[in-house]
């Protein structure tokens, strides 16, 4: 299923897009899309059953925002360096282990949300990601098989990042990336059982029309499966929660001087398949 949140920032309300590409409402079953929904494998049924009735009510889409698909958020993890075109084009040696950081959940926006650059900033830059959406609690799990088992559904994630801030300002990589608007996420949340291989998915990102990421999941070092195994032996992951699983090659920092970092009035576009597409413009704060 394709579950949404639709309306102003504040007051989304859930939505489903059927397999016609009609948008319809959720509200008359459920309250919100968020960890509750992908933990309650009865009410996910009864929204499933509902989806293929045709019975759910229209909404129109023309002039409605799209929010992210994810509601109530308890903890965003990022994963640093986890694709190996990635890693080669900044000069970086493929890690041993995961590399993690922490997003806040406040810095999540829709989709086509306006994107705000920091004051000060000289080198923001794209992340075109995998998102993993948590859909059972997972502490000390065994195996990558079991980190899947784990999953309640995939996101499509910009993780924007202020790399002056990340690298250069000492401290955590935290600093580049939580300044607000940092992290949209959507259009949509596709369900895992729609998903059954995310290691084989096309994950491209455009800057004004030009296409500057072309990769694939395929190319991650550390695979969904094994990244949620790995993160559930250093903190307890719940229902709602999102990993953010790296980015493959072709950001700004990659490039030879001078890099081409997002200035105000820059159009970003998003795309995974399955996971639909994401447009945003971007500002000064």
Not at 47 to 61: K, N, Q
Not at 176 to 202: H, M, R, S, Y
Request: charged share 25%; with cysteine.
């Amino acid at each position: 299923m394709k579950l949404l949140r639709v309306g102003p920032v504040g007051s989304e309300r859930p939505a489903l897009l059927d397999r016609d590409g009609i948008l319809r409402d959720l509200s008359g079953l459920i309250t919100d899309v968020d960890g509750g929904l992908l933990a309650d494998d009865s009410v996910l049924t009864r929204v499933r059953d509902a989806a293929e009735s045709g019975e759910l009510p229209v909404l129109d889409a023309e002039g409605l925002r799209i929010g992210a698909p994810v509601g109530r958020i308890g903890k965003i993890v990022g994963i640093g360096l986890n694709y190996f075109g990635h890693a080669a084009e900044i000069g970086a040696e493929p890690p041993a282990e995961p590399i993690l950081f922490l997003k806040a959940a406040d810095t999540v926006v829709g989709p086509d949300d306006t994107v705000l650059i920091p004051r000060g900033s000289v080198k923001t830059d794209w992340e075109a990601e995998l998102g993993v959406v948590i859909g059972s609690t997972a502490r000390y799990l065994d195996s990558a098989v079991q980190g899947l088992a784990h999953v309640g559904g995939y996101v499509l994630v910009n993780d924007v990042s202020e790399r002056e801030f990340q690298i250069e300002r000492g401290g955590t990589w935290d600093k580049g990336k939580n300044c607000e608007t940092f992290t949209p996420i959507g259009p949509w949340l596709l369900t895992a059982d729609e998903v059954p291989n995310p290691q084989v998915l096309d994950v491209k990102l455009w800057v004004n029309g030009e296409l500057q990421q072309d990769g694939n999941t395929s190319d991650q070092i550390f695979p969904v499966g094994e990244v949620v195994r790995y993160l559930s032996h250093f903190m307890t992951l719940y229902p709602g929660d999102v990993i953010v699983t790296g980015t493959p090659a072709g950001v700004a920092m990659g490039r030879p001087e001078p890099k081409p970092y997002l200035r105000a009035g820059d159009v970003v576009e998003v795309e995974i398949e399955g996971l639909g597409r994401q447009r945003q413009e971007f500002k000064g704060a």
